[in-house]
């Protein structure tokens, strides 16, 4: 039986066949953002299985990084609900909400560009340190210990990334396409049970688009969590995605398997423009 099978479920969604008896990883339920008198998101619905790999696309200027700026409470929605493995995330921080599970990368590279490589993935690893000031004050055996776990977790991290040689460099002295895999590697340290990627194959050459989509796989099999990701390279999408979610104007205007998106007049025309008549 093919586990990857998207099938529907009873909230009206559907989700890979794997994950039909677990708890989302993530829904929302008639979300929305109005901006002054704009409504910039509206009435979004939607689900993602606990090992999914979803896409949210849309041309430009369609809300979808407004969605992740939602999903992540960097602005609190107007109405509507969002639920984080089962927990709704309304009023709490976006400190809090990636303590409940919830990553991201941005569409432009954001790094301690004069820290080291090692530094960035262990500054992601916070979540995990729960040594009191005092320890880490005055360097006690415990404080010592955390420590060490941390860079020995750091160092697995940047190593599945083929990137452990780079450890010691400045993060802003390493090239484009190691820089976006140390962003990634720095979210997987915060253990999130979904990762968002605002377009990850921003500016990358095909061979770093084709790592990129066999990296996007493994982090899904190997850490067992979701993947959510906004991308304009379509061929990405489809080759990648189990199920996709197409924005325009804010609106949902289309849900489903790569092939259903693909065929779907509605996402034609959103990407295309309505075909003038003959005259």
Same mark, same amino acid.
């Given at each position: 039986?093919?586990?990857?099978?998207?099938?529907?479920?009873?909230?009206?969604?559907?989700?890979?066949?794997?994950?039909?008896?677990?708890?989302?990883?993530?829904?929302?339920?008639?979300?929305?953002?109005?901006?002054?008198?704009?409504?910039?998101?509206?009435?979004?619905?939607?689900?993602?299985?606990?090992?999914?790999?979803?896409?949210?696309?849309?041309?430009?200027?369609?809300?979808?990084?407004?969605?992740?700026?939602?999903?992540?409470?960097?602005?609190?929605?107007?109405?509507?609900?969002?639920?984080?493995?089962?927990?709704?995330?309304?009023?709490?921080?976006?400190?809090?909400?990636?303590?409940?599970?919830?990553?991201?990368?941005?569409?432009?590279?954001?790094?301690?560009?004069?820290?080291?490589? !090692? #530094?960035?993935?262990?500054? @992601?690893?916070?979540? /995990?340190?729960?040594?009191? &000031?005092?320890?880490? $004050?005055? =360097?006690?055996?415990?404080?010592?210990?955390?420590?060490?776990?941390?860079?020995?977790?750091?160092?697995?991290?940047?190593?599945?990334?083929?990137?452990?040689?780079?450890?010691?460099?400045?993060?802003?002295?390493?090239?484009?396409?190691?820089?976006?895999?140390?962003?990634?590697?720095?979210?997987?340290?915060?253990?999130?049970?979904?990762?968002? !990627? #605002?377009?990850?194959?921003? @500016?990358?050459?095909? /061979?770093?688009?084709?790592? &990129?989509?066999?990296? $996007?796989? =493994?982090?899904?099999?190997?850490?067992?969590?979701?993947?959510?990701?906004?991308?304009?390279?379509?061929?990405?999408?489809?080759?990648?995605?189990?199920?996709?979610?197409?924005?325009?104007?804010?609106?949902?205007?289309?849900?489903?398997?790569?092939?259903?998106?693909?065929?779907?007049?509605?996402?034609?025309?959103?990407?295309?423009?309505?075909?003038?008549?003959?005259?």
């Amino acid at each position: 039986m093919d586990k990857s099978r998207m099938v529907p479920v009873p909230s009206n969604a559907i989700m890979p066949e794997r994950d039909i008896d677990k708890t989302p990883i993530l829904e929302t339920h008639h979300l929305g953002i109005d901006f002054g008198g704009l409504t910039a998101v509206d009435e979004l619905s939607l689900t993602v299985g606990k090992t999914e790999i979803a896409g949210l696309i849309g041309p430009n200027g369609a809300g979808k990084t407004t969605v992740f700026n939602l999903l992540t409470n960097v602005y609190q929605p107007t109405r509507g609900t969002i639920m984080l493995d089962g927990k709704s995330t309304a009023k709490k921080t976006t400190a809090q909400v990636n303590r409940m599970g919830i990553a991201r990368t941005f569409q432009n590279i954001r790094l301690f560009n004069n820290m080291t490589v !090692l #530094d960035n993935i262990k500054v @992601g690893l916070h979540n /995990s340190i729960n040594q009191p &000031l005092g320890a880490s $004050i005055t =360097r006690l055996f415990g404080y010592r210990t955390s420590e060490k776990k941390s860079r020995e977790e750091a160092l697995q991290l940047l190593s599945f990334f083929g990137m452990e040689n780079m450890a010691n460099m400045q993060a802003g002295s390493l090239p484009y396409g190691a820089q976006r895999r140390l962003e990634i590697a720095r979210a997987l340290a915060t253990h999130p049970g979904i990762i968002l !990627l #605002d377009e990850p194959a921003a @500016g990358m050459n095909p /061979s770093e688009t084709a790592e &990129l989509m066999e990296n $996007i796989r =493994r982090i899904r099999d190997e850490f067992q969590i979701a993947v959510m990701l906004i991308e304009h390279d379509m061929s990405l999408v489809m080759n990648i995605c189990e199920g996709i979610c197409v924005l325009d104007h804010g609106k949902v205007i289309a849900k489903g398997s790569p092939e259903e998106i693909k065929a779907n007049p509605a996402v034609i025309e959103a990407y295309l423009g309505k075909k003038k008549e003959a005259n």
